[in-house]
């Protein structure tokens, strides 16, 4: 039992406790999972634990407030759904230098061209 689970993970040491149980199974080498896992530990063929990728911390800035009232504009899509199951969608339009809502375009569809011209006014 030893040879032939030490054989195994020689040929695949990316596999784990339980692909090489099912393995030998199915090689036809029948034994209790709980035996296979006392001679897995006692022969030390355990993987290596995965590391989570840490992201770096990133430098956080405070918002830039602009200089004026044209400087910057806001936009907001949201979305609803009706009791009949119909979307309803608003264009919100807002000034970042003192939050004032410049304009807001509802309705079921908001193709670009509805867009530009809720920007052009």
């Known amino acids: 039992m030893q040879q032939a689970l ?3 993970s020689g040929r695949h040491p990316g596999w784990g406790f339980w692909k090489l149980h099912h393995r030998l199974r199915k090689n036809g080498l029948v ?10 530990r006692a022969l030390a063929l355990h993987l290596p634990r ?16 602009p200089a004026a009232a044209t400087g910057c504009w806001s936009l907001d899509f949201t ?12 264009l919100n339009v807002l000034a970042d230098y003192n939050r004032e ?3 807001v375009e509802i ?10 011209q809720v920007l052009t006014r």
Not at 31 to 40: D, E, G, S
Not at 79 to 90: I, P, Q, Y
């Open 79 to 90: 979305s609803d759904v009706l009791t009949d199951g119909r979307r309803l969608r608003t």
């Open 6 to 8: 030490r054989a195994l």
């Open 107 to 116: 309705d079921f569809s908001l193709p670009a061209s509805r867009v530009v």
């Open 50 to 65: 995965r590391l989570k990728k840490r992201v770096p911390a990133r430098v956080k800035q405070p918002l830039a407030v």
């Open 31 to 40: 034994l209790n999972h709980k035996r296979t896992l006392r001679i897995y």
């Open 101 to 103: 809502l410049l304009g």
